[in-house]
């Protein structure tokens, strides 16, 4: 069983910056498996912002690219997006995403709002 937790959501300006954390509980005390970010805007489909597997290979969605950076703290099972230059485009809910022993998992999501 694991819980994701996250947290770091808010209102910002355009071209400011944000961080989002989600920190993952489980009952096997590791979170074996990738950990990432996706996203939903109303009307819109849940869309892959980034990913990152417990080596660090990352992995990011066009959208994003050159703007977020995606870090993970194994030892806190812990994962981090940094979100720059943010627009208005951006605004969505961000959805934690973990995988542990073949299973998926979600977190509740953190609403981010880019908006003048």
């Known amino acids: 069983q694991v819980q994701l937790v996250e947290s770091g959501g808010g209102m910002v300006q355009p071209g400011e910056s944000l961080r989002l954390s989600c920190a993952a509980s489980t009952n096997t005390g590791t979170m074996a498996g990738a950990m990432g970010w996706y996203r939903q805007a109303p009307g819109k489909q849940r869309e892959l912002v980034a990913t990152?597997?417990?080596?660090?290979?990352?992995n990011y969605g066009d959208s994003v690219k050159d703007r977020f950076i995606i870090s993970r703290d194994n030892a806190k099972n812990t994962v981090y997006l940094q979100m720059t230059w943010l627009k208005p485009e951006d605004t969505a809910v961000y959805y934690c995403?973990?995988?542990?022993?073949?299973?998926?998992?979600w977190g509740q999501g953190t609403q981010v709002t880019v908006s003048s």
């Open positions: 990152i597997t417990r080596g660090g290979v990352t």
């Open positions: 995403n973990g995988w542990s022993l073949g299973r998926q998992y």
